[in-house]
């Protein structure tokens, strides 16, 4: 069975950084498409970041330079370093993958959130 | 790269059709079949719906149908029930290895 169990949110200062991770089980992160989007409180989705199958990395103008997407195999977990963070990046933040669906640009598993709060 | 363009709102009643739409530029919806919907019930996450403008993953009622014209995707939901009630979200992917979301549609059967 697929799982994603993100962990790793909480308070954080303005200026400060976070990493948050997501624990993967029932399929292996380095063979898939995976991804971050996040959901400020109240608001809709907003993708953050995609690593792919073969190790290419993106994300949007709003987070390029301060946020960085990684995985570890040997522990079959993704990552999102969060640096230099400000209060608009308060939101939950989900894990998510293409699992079953066509191998990019949409995600059909996902982890429950977890919340990351940039708050003085 | 700026949201993708939904309605609010719609609205509908119990056994009948809704259309949300999603409208793009000629650079994301309009350039790549790649048009996803999901649909997010509150406190939850969400759940893909469609993919690559028409294909639904397994599991997901016929009832969910998605097509595009030009720069606009849509997600038509026939033989509306109460649990369809929910926050709709389309997705695109814009080139550069890169995806943008739609602000959200907000789905209520009356």
């Known amino acids: 069975e697929v799982q994603l169990v993100e962990t790793g949110g909480g308070l954080i200062q303005p200026g400060g950084s976070l990493r948050v991770s997501c624990a993967a089980s029932?399929?292996?992160?380095?063979?898939?498409?995976m991804g971050w989007v996040r959901q400020a409180p109240g608001q809709g989705l907003e993708w953050v970041s995609v690593i792919y199958a073969g190790g290419h990395t993106s994300y949007p103008d709003s987070v390029k330079g301060r946020f960085t997407i990684s995985r570890d195999n040997a522990k079959n977990t993704l990552y999102l370093q969060m640096n230099s963070l400000r209060a608009e990046d308060t939101a939950v933040y989900y894990c998510?993958?293409?699992?079953?669906?066509?191998?990019?640009?949409?995600?059909?598993?996902w982890g429950q959130g977890t919340l990351v709060t940039v708050s003085s | 790269q700026s949201a993708l363009t939904q309605p609010r709102s719609v609205s509908g009643s119990p056994g009948q059709s809704v259309t949300i739409s999603c409208t793009g530029t000629?650079?994301?919806?309009?350039?790549?079949?790649?048009v996803s919907w999901y649909q997010q019930h509150p406190g939850k996450a969400p759940k893909l719906m469609i993919y690559?403008?028409?294909k639904r993953p397994s599991g997901v009622p016929d009832r969910f149908s998605g097509s595009k014209s030009g720069n606009t995707g849509s997600l038509t939901i026939s033989g509306l029930q109460a649990e369809d009630e929910a926050d709709y979200y389309c997705?695109?992917?814009?080139?550069?290895?890169?995806?943008?979301f739609g602000g959200g549609t907000t789905l209520t059967v009356l």
């Open positions: 690559d403008v028409t």
């Open positions: 029932g399929f292996t992160v380095s063979s898939h498409y």
């Open positions: 998510a993958t293409n699992y079953e669906s066509s191998g990019y640009y949409s995600f059909d598993y």
């Open positions: 997705c695109s992917y814009v080139g550069y290895y890169s995806l943008v």
């Open positions: 000629s650079s994301d919806v309009g350039d790549y079949d790649y």
